[in-house]
């Protein structure tokens, strides 16, 4: 609700602007919503597999090279399977490589803070690094251009004037709104955030939810890397490495808690939004890029702020 | 009140190293009963009723339930023969609704358009049938019990475990961390629970709850069984006396 909230004064603040300094339309241009749900496509993406991991009270700080490290495979088996096989199967085999390499830091992510009980921060925050480190050594520290152009194709083509890099992420959206809010394991992901010695109880595999929560975390992170290949028409290990903090940022404008127990997909969509107008509308008003990251930084703390405010005012006991 | 005990707990002796933290207990539990089990810290309280709900193992001794000798692994073993234990903390999800909590586990599916999904409804209706039996009042199903009042929370890990069949159901100072007119609706409560014939332990430190809702007392010390009485013939000075060994 609140995010609505920012995020109808956003565009409605870049329209009176575009109006008065340029004495151009920012809302109705097509361009310009193009241009902004391109700009989503990255950070929705990390972020949808963090809005799952924080409403279970952790938080992967390893998605942002997670996706680097996909598109740099993505990338490498693209290469070497391009020419051999036909372009479409090239692409096919490039893109199971990369999800199953983009699997194993989840997987190690998920064995870490469920059977060893590693803190998430300080699990993830490991991860990072070693993802970062293999991905530039598998990239021999440059970023790979590709050249299957299929694959360019998919990257900035669109179907219905819709960029498909857009669509591809409109349905992986749609199908983790269904897992979260329909489905057991969603409903199990808010109980295991919410009282985790109480899903135990209820006899629900907390552990097993776990892995499989940073495993998709880092699944949607990968895809993000093989999209961010496909539209730049090379994999990059540093892909992901801005994008890290506007996941989480998305998920938080969204009002997810950090504590864990709370938050919608719908939340991060909105969230991811958000960031996106700020970034583009930033650009489009001519304003210098390093305001971005103030933007969105301010636009976070504000977004906790009245979160705790609303708590209050609504009188919910809060658990310190 | 049926002749035969649901609960027998026979002559059970539990060590922590050298630390006997019970010895030789023996304790019956009938249907629609309410037996409180009093004693200073220490007591051997919480280890008699971790011994019944499968968190514990005795050493010596034999649980006889429902007519059959038992041993349960886990407590997932003795919830799912029908003993429920509500700890003091209750083990609820206070970001989740009622139906949510009463089905936390074991939510009810439906199928729509070939594709599985939870069913909310499903839950919502018959968590408020459960709650009904209780006589308990809540308006808004459809709020996180966060914004519920601690008897209210008590109510629904109570109706949790009478959904799911509980013949025995143990309460780990259900009073404790309420005020008094919440006291007051869940002394109520375990009186209503006793009429659909369940069989409740009744853990507090609370003289006057025991007196209030009890039909027996038991007292343990240092381990041991040190007094067991109908409630109606005995008086607090009594039990506190066995309490301390006076």
Known sequence: ?320 | MSEQPILQVQSVSKRFGGVHALENVSVDLFPGEVLALAGDNGAGKSTLIKIISGVHHPDEGKIWYDGKEVTFENPQKAREQGIETIYQDLALADNLDVGANVFLGREPMKRVFGLPVLDRKKMRTEAADALRVLDIRINRFDLPLRSMSGGQRQAVAIGRAIHWNAKVLIMDEPTAALGVPEQRKVIALIKSLKQSGVGVIFISHNLIDIFAVSDRIVVLRRGKKVGETATQATNSDEIVRWMVGG
Do not use: C
């Open chain 1, 1 to 320: 609700m609140r995010a609505w909230i920012f995020l109808f004064f956003l565009l409605v603040g870049f329209e009176i602007w575009a109006q008065l300094v340029y004495h151009t339309t920012f809302l109705l241009n097509p361009f310009n919503a193009a241009s902004i749900a391109v700009f989503t496509v990255g950070p929705l993406l990390l972020a949808l597999g963090q809005t799952l991991v924080v409403i279970s009270g952790g938080i992967d700080l390893s998605v942002g090279f997670t996706m680097g490290l996909a598109a740099v495979v993505f990338s490498e088996v693209l290469n070497l399977s391009t020419g051999v096989l036909p372009d479409p199967l090239a692409l096919v085999v490039a893109m199971i490589v990369a999800l199953l390499a983009s699997m194993v830091p989840g997987l190690i992510n998920g064995l870490l803070i469920a059977k060893l009980r590693v803190p998430p921060f300080i699990g993830t925050l490991g991860m990072y690094g070693v993802a970062r480190g293999i991905a530039y050594l598998l990239a021999g520290g440059a970023t790979v251009p590709i050249a299957n152009q299929l694959v360019s194709s998919i990257g900035n083509g669109s179907f219905l004037s819709i960029p498909i890099v857009v669509l591809i992420t409109i349905v992986l959206t749609l199908a983790m709104m269904f897992l979260l809010s329909q489905s057991r394991f969603g409903q199990h992901v808010y109980a295991i955030g919410g009282n985790r010695q109480a899903s135990l109880r209820a006899g629900i595999n907390v552990s097993r939810n776990t892995i499989a929560l940073y495993i998709l975390s880092s699944l949607t992170a990968g895809l993000g890397g093989i999209l961010y290949t496909a539209r730049f028409t090379a994999g990059a290990p540093q892909a992901g490495e801005t994008l890290l903090l506007d996941s989480i940022a998305a998920v938080v404008i969204g009002g997810a808690s950090l504590f864990g127990g709370s938050g919608t997909i719908t939340g991060t969509v909105i969230g991811a939004l958000i960031i996106a107008v700020i970034q583009y509308g930033l650009v489009f008003v001519n304003v210098e890029p390093f305001w971005q990251f103030v933007a969105v930084g301010i636009v976070i703390i504000i977004s906790v702020l009245v979160d705790q405010t609303q708590k209050q005012l609504s009188g919910a006991r809060t658990d310190e």
